[in-house]
């Protein structure tokens, strides 16, 4: 078992920055890759950025060069950290781990841009 403990949500002006957490904790050794995802009012949930053990990153076309995913491995710790904020980036951010054959969510964290 794993468990994703979210946190760093909120409301934002277009154009700010907002920084995400996601603590792991349970058998963490058993992960191999944590990442975020969203999900919009009405849309399916999308991938946003991933991070491997090893460090490599990947991220969706529309959040390059504004979003960067981390880790603390000794805070066994995930960050999302977004700058340049569009209304479009508004969602519910979910926080993944992903087992071999299994995958763990957090409960979600709102992030709304809007002046």
């Known amino acids: 078992q794993v468990q994703l403990v979210e946190s760093g949500g909120g409301l934002v002006q277009p154009g700010g920055s907002l920084r995400l957490s996601c603590a792991a904790s349970?058998?963490?050794?058993?992960?191999?890759?944590m990442g975020w995802y969203r999900q919009a009012p009405g849309e399916q949930r999308e991938l946003v950025a991933t991070?491997?053990?090893?460090?490599?990153?990947n991220y969706a076309d529309s959040v390059k060069g504004r979003f960067t995913i981390s880790r603390d491995n000794a805070k066994n710790t995930v960050y999302l950290q977004m700058n340049s904020l569009k209304p479009e980036d508004t969602a519910v951010y979910y926080c993944?781990?992903?087992?071999?054959?299994?995958?763990?969510w957090g409960q979600g964290t709102q992030v709304t841009v809007s002046s």
């Open positions: 993944n781990a992903q087992l071999t054959f299994k995958a763990y």
């Open positions: 349970g058998s963490i050794f058993s992960i191999y890759r």
């Open positions: 991070i491997t053990n090893g460090g490599s990153t």
